[in-house]
């Protein structure tokens, strides 16, 4: 398996441009979170999917945050209109809830600059 | 709340020298507790995981311990090396409610391995 990919893995936009990060999950894994760290805040839940439902997004920053999980293999994180304080390295993971074993894989993130 | 917290922020060693790193979590009712490392512009790559009902793991030269009564996790790290110098990052795993599943994230310890 190639992991969980992650795509773009830089993205430079200006204020008030959309934008959006994608997630490829592990085939197989049920859930899917996806995270953002910046220095200040180290790493901060944004929102997580179980079986393609999201299930908690309360750490969503502001409306102009949106995610979608449309099938197992694909979720998105959109910024409309994006803001400076938006940069930051957004990452995704999966996990499968085996025996009761969490097992966390992370992609290897977007690293956004918003201009 | 629930919030894990590591000491300290930053950390440098000789090579060869044994070290531990310290985290510790507000609420006892974790599931499991994950250690992560994160080397620069990197993703996080999976250490070791400490199920709640577990006291250690250990993997090569790496020693992870839990006691959920103090709310305490360590990680030992024996005989140093350059490679080792990266951001080690502490996760606990909340169980019940809307909590299931999601990783809650330390500040990370930036460790420096000087030859």
């Known amino acids: 398996d190639a992991g969980v990919i992650q795509s773009p893995r830089h993205e430079v936009t200006e204020m008030g441009q959309e934008v959006t990060l994608r997630c490829k999950p592990i085939?197989?894994?049920?859930?899917l979170f996806w995270y953002r760290q910046t220095m200040m805040r180290g790493l901060e839940l944004l929102i997580y999917?179980?079986?393609?439902?999201?299930?908690?997004d309360s750490g969503m920053p502001e409306d102009r945050f949106s995610a979608k999980m449309p099938n197992a293999s694909f979720s998105t994180l959109k910024i409309q209109p994006s803001e400076p304080r938006d940069s930051a390295v957004y990452f995704c993971a999966s996990s499968l809830r085996i025996q009761g074993i969490y097992g966390y894989t992370f992609g290897s993130g977007t690293r956004l600059t918003v201009v | 709340k629930q919030e894990v917290t590591q000491i300290p922020a930053a950390l440098s060693v000789p090579e060869g020298e044994n070290l531990v790193l310290n985290c510790s979590f507000t609420?006892?009712?974790?599931?499991?507790l994950q250690w992560f490392r994160q080397d620069p512009g990197k993703g996080l790559t999976s250490l070791l995981l400490?199920?709640?009902?577990?006291r250690e793991q250990t993997s090569g030269r790496l020693n992870a311990s839990l006691d959920k009564s103090s709310g305490r996790s360590t990680l030992y790290i024996a005989a140093s090396q350059p490679g080792d110098s990266a951001t080690y990052l502490c996760?606990?795993?909340?169980?019940?409610?809307?909590?299931?599943?999601?990783?809650?994230f330390g500040q990370g310890t930036i460790l420096t391995v000087h030859p």
């Open positions: 609420d006892s009712a974790i599931y499991n």
């Open positions: 999917f179980n079986n393609n439902v999201p299930i908690d």
């Open positions: 400490i199920q709640s009902s577990q």
């Open positions: 996760a606990a795993l909340y169980a019940g409610g809307t909590s299931y599943g999601k990783l809650t």
């Open positions: 085939s197989g894994h049920d859930y």
